[in-house]
């Protein structure tokens, strides 16, 4: 019965993989009915998850509808442009820093014009530095201290006093995400010179124009705004940490508080920068982000159903070998990212599970990264924006599944992630 249960739960992850789009959400949904009819009792719905990207994505919408996008991509440009030999290592880096911070990867998507331009004019084939920031964008998802994946991640073990907590996950993923990145694209930076791969047309000169862009008089206050408003979470966070023990018994819990800061961080945004409201659901963080939060809660919860009403068979059939080798548990946590299309549902679905198995909170904290192998299959929409944007036509998919440009960087990148991140869970203990 569970082999059958198995077999609707990527019946409909092929399904909504197929509809692309909101319709991975949609097929989510129409999964769980399909396991209710086999006597199914339906999980948990991520709400709490769903809510963290809502009001993340609230204030970033505010943000861009203020210009505040704009403005962080002209300072992308003229780093770029100031060193652009080095774009396989200033591009990636820069995509890092943008995702982190805005804790979504549409900030990506216009960068990668910028990136392609400044390629094109220096006689550099953009693909590499596409691919290792693709890789980046995912990557700076696990390390942004406000994405769902990091909150829902903290709060699991927090909750079940494992002795790691927030503060302890991002001094992890920060880091080992950074110096992986760094790492990758200095080796690919030195390979394709060294094989002359990096050369466009030959040598021949791509005469190309910078994108000119008006910065919005207020998009530089409503950039500040949000960062002092991240820095309000984090200051936050440490303050009520149990290890620290700052604040003993705190009013808001640290959920509570990075909900409020994000609403609060919005309102300021919009007074402070003039801001028409009504305009901000239009804007494309806004509908991207809401999208995300349909494919999340339909996919985490048919995930949520199946493990659930599984959960002890499971555990009987596979706990041993995840105890025994996180090598396996990092390739399980990748090969399931790379069908559940976000690191927030492979979080919400996987980790839990493996905690509950009795696999140890450090070894999870070291497999974070793993979730950030949706590059895998060339089906993501930072992937697919990467090779429409490239007009070079360097950047191209293969005729098979995975024979693409962005599987190699992107391995390299999440396993050094991985290395790393083990290193570092050892100086921490």
Known sequence: MVLVQFLVVLLFLYIGMRVGGIGVGFAGGAGVMALSALGDTPGEMPLLVIVFIMVVIIAIAAMQEAGGITYLVALTERLLRRYPRLLVITAPISTWLLTMMASTGQVSFACMPVIVGVAKENNIKP?????????????????????????????????????????????????????????????????????????????????????????????????????????????????????????????????????????????????GCRVNVHNIPSGSVFKTGMTSCICILGVAWLGSTFMDNNQQELQNAVSSYLLDSPVLLALLIMLASCFLYSQAASTKILFPVALSMGVAPGVMIACFPATASLFILPNYPTLLAAVALDDTGSTRLGTHIIDHPFLLPGLMSVVLSIAFAAGLVLLIQ
């Open 127 to 271: 693909t590499r530095a596409l691919a290792i920031s693709v890789s980046a964008s995912l990557l700076g998802i696990v390390a942004s201290p406000i994405s769902a994946a990091v909150i829902f991640f903290s709060a699991t073990l927090e909750k079940n006093n494992h002795g790691w907590g927030y503060l302890e996950l991002i001094a992890v993923s920060i880091p080992a995400t950074l110096l992986a990145l760094l790492v990758t694209s200095i080796f690919y930076l030195c390979w394709d010179r060294f094989k002359k791969q990096d050369v466009l047309h030959d040598g021949a000169a791509v005469a190309t124009f910078g994108v000119s862009r008006e910065i919005p008089p207020y998009a530089r206050r409503s950039v500040l705004i949000f960062l002092v408003g991240l820095v309000a979470v984090l200051v936050y966070a440490i303050l009520i940490s149990p290890k620290l023990g700052l604040i003993a018994h705190p009013i808001m819990n640290s959920g509570q508080a990075r909900v409020g800061v994000m609403m609060g961080v919005a309102l300021l945004i919009v007074v």
